[in-house]
């Protein structure tokens, strides 16, 4: 067992470390108050390679795995959260799927474009009426011969409004459920039929577009289909398992920078002519903090090197999706604590931390879903795949 980095992968953190405090962090405070999605950040990433990860070299991927992955969207998250969702909005949602699933004309007309930075990628599975139950779907898919007819919309979708390139899940079986469900690619740019409304009232997450996509006799071509007909939940179940690990290491990521704050507000604030780190009321929270955050990060790197070494990590993935979600929500809850009053200003960064933790009690299967996994497979009632 080794806890040390390679090489490599101390490159890749020095790296994606330096990205986000010269390419992100200027932009925080600004595209926070104004909601602003700064695309140019996205083309940056694509340049850099941090878009990459797992992908065949052929395809423009950079030669590098899970560990290295979770490293650089680790660096990147801690300063600020939303730019996490580009590595799965890309990498590991569509171009990791249709890697996996396409055929060699699908790899090639989509995957260069999605590592490259050049396209904006995005998956769309939740619906008004359907979340966590995700055969209920609505959205249906018509074979008309030639090309297929997507009627039906989808909600809460990450980078929706902003995305070139889509994977959609849709119905293909008439109550067929989970086993009558179909991946499709959609080229948004070019599929009449399609209105893409962004919501704009949401509690975090500001610098990162969120939309409902309806697709009204939207159009696409026979070969837009991924992978077999009726396999879409299984391929979505895969999928999931590997953007849930942006999720998991977004959370690590956002308690350690909550954490970080925190020691340093408190070794900064002086209160009864001593830092208010001397009480031992706040060491307690910082040593909470402390505890829950590494092992948060430790969860992250156990679930990374299965997924790396072909291992089943189904239950690791949720594992760590948890623990990251928990220390996320409690540190970031902790800290605005130990700011006292500033904590509640805007002008620091307590609030975002605490609105955007929030984000993992539900996206991407929420706690109760994530539970029911963990003790669904410790029972024996369900494989970890
Ligand atoms: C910021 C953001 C970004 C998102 N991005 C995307 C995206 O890119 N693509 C996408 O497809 N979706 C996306 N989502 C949607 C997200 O994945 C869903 O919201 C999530 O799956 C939960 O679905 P729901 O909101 O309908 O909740 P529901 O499924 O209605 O759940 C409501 C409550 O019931 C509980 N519950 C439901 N079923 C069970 C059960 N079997 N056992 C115990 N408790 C249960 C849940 O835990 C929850 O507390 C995003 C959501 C947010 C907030």
């Keep these: 067992m080794d806890f040390g980095f390679t090489e490599e992968q101390q490159m890749v953190q020095d790296m994606a470390r330096r990205f986000a405090e010269e390419e992100i962090a200027p932009y925080v405070d600004e595209d926070e108050k104004n909601h602003f999605y700064r695309r140019e950040i996205l083309s940056k990433m694509g340049e850099l390679g941090l878009l990459g990860w797992s992908i065949p070299e052929e395809y423009g991927g950079n030669g590098m795995g899970w560990l290295e992955a979770v490293t650089a969207l680790y660096e990147i998250a801690k300063v600020h959260t939303s730019w996490r969702l580009s590595i799965s909005g890309n990498c590991w949602g569509p171009a990791m799927t249709i890697n996996q699933y396409g055929t060699d004309a699908q790899k090639e007309q989509f995957i260069p474009g999605l590592v490259g930075g050049e396209t904006v990628g995005s998956f769309a599975i939740t619906e008004a009426n359907s979340g966590s139950d995700v055969g209920s779907m609505k959205t249906f898919a018509t ?26 899940y849709a119905a293909t079986k008439e109550g067929g459920g989970s086993k009558g469900l179909s991946c499709f690619i959609v080229d948004y740019n070019n599929t ?17 577009p969120t939309s409902e996509i309806v697709f009204d006799n939207a159009e696409i071509p026979k070969d837009a289909l991924l992978g077999e007909q009726d396999k879409g939940f299984q391929m979505c179940m895969w999928m999931l398992n590997n953007t849930r690990m942006g999720c998991a290491t977004g959370a690590a990521a956002l308690s350690a920078a909550a954490l970080e704050g925190a020691v340093n507000y408190a070794n900064e604030r002086t209160q009864f002519g001593q830092p208010i780190g001397k009480f031992q009321m706040i060491q307690s929270q910082i040593a909470e903090m402390k505890l829950e955050d590494e092992a948060a990060k430790y969860l992250v790197y156990r679930a990374a090197w299965l997924k790396e070494n072909g291992l089943p990590s189904q239950q690791a993935t949720s594992i760590a999706k948890l623990s990251g979600c928990n220390a996320a929500v409690h540190a970031a809850n902790l800290a605005m604590k130990i700011y006292g009053s500033y904590g509640y200003s805007t002008e620091y960064p307590c609030g975002r931390w605490l609105r955007d933790s929030k984000q993992f ?6 706690s109760n879903i994530h539970m029911g996994i963990v003790a669904g497979i410790e029972l024996g009632y369900q494989p970890n795949r």
Aim: hydrophobic content about 35%; charged content about 25%; overall charge negative.
């Design 143 to 168: 074979d008309k011969g030639d090309h297929w007819v997507l009627n039906g919309s989808k909600m809460w979708i990450s980078g929706g409004h902003s995305s070139d390139i889509g994977l959609v």
């Design 192 to 208: 009449k039929g399609v209105e893409r409304i962004p919501i704009l009232e949401k509690v975090g997450m500001w610098p990162a």
């Design 361 to 366: 009690e539900t996206l991407e299967g929420t």
